[in-house]
């Protein structure tokens, strides 16, 4: 592994790898307690069209992807608080036409000449110094944000009805909530690609979830699976010459079938007095 150190452009995709585990231990962890896996699902694919927004009008990808994920986060969290029983159906509508949308503006640009693999299934190894530092800032953003209103985070994400009690702002600390989400979702963007952030962003939290007593903890452990993902994974794909973000994403899918099978003989094993 220490080889690949050599390399700039593996030191940066380490360093991405790194900076994207710790919003995926953060939010990851409010989007698995929250049971919001599919609203987030949503914001991720939709943000394709930012994508081609970004491209048709000649504007930094970051700029349109992360413009129009927050835009579909604050519809998508609207529609989910006055219309909670057709929300699934109005996130799939969005879903879908986020990406076609996306799909025909990047027909439509002139000169289009970027990978579309890179966006749905990850670049890691082409991260650039300039976006380890914007992934940073995204961190840093998180973080404050969490750490300020965590308490108010913890009563919402276990008693949505004890938060309101206690005089917790809960609409606006939910569009708060779908608002890193669609941040995570643009870092991840770079690491695994919309198809598979949500993997990512949910599997090492899933995880964590058996064999924690708070949400902290949770997070920190979250943040070291996603990292132990993200490591293992780029080292497979340099030593056999795979694309990275499905690696990575198959490292952490074959540990998710793992806890569930450890699970599912615990849960079998005879009772001993």
Known sequence: MLELLQFEFMRNALLAGLLASIACGIIGTFVVVNRIVFLSGGIAHAAY??????????????????GFALLVAVVMATVTLKARHRSDTIIGVLWAVGMALGVILLDLAPGYNVDLMSFLFGSILTVPTSDLWFMLALDSVILFAVAYFYNDFLALSYDEDFAQVRGVRVRLLYFLLLAMVALSVVMLIRIVGLILVIALLTIPPYIAEKYCGSLKIMMSISFILSSSFTLVGLYLSYKFNLTSGATIIIVAGACFFVSLLVELLKSKRPFSA
């Open 49 to 66: 069209g930012g994508i081609g927004l970004a491209f048709f009008f000649g504007l930094p990808y970051v700029v349109g992807t992360m």
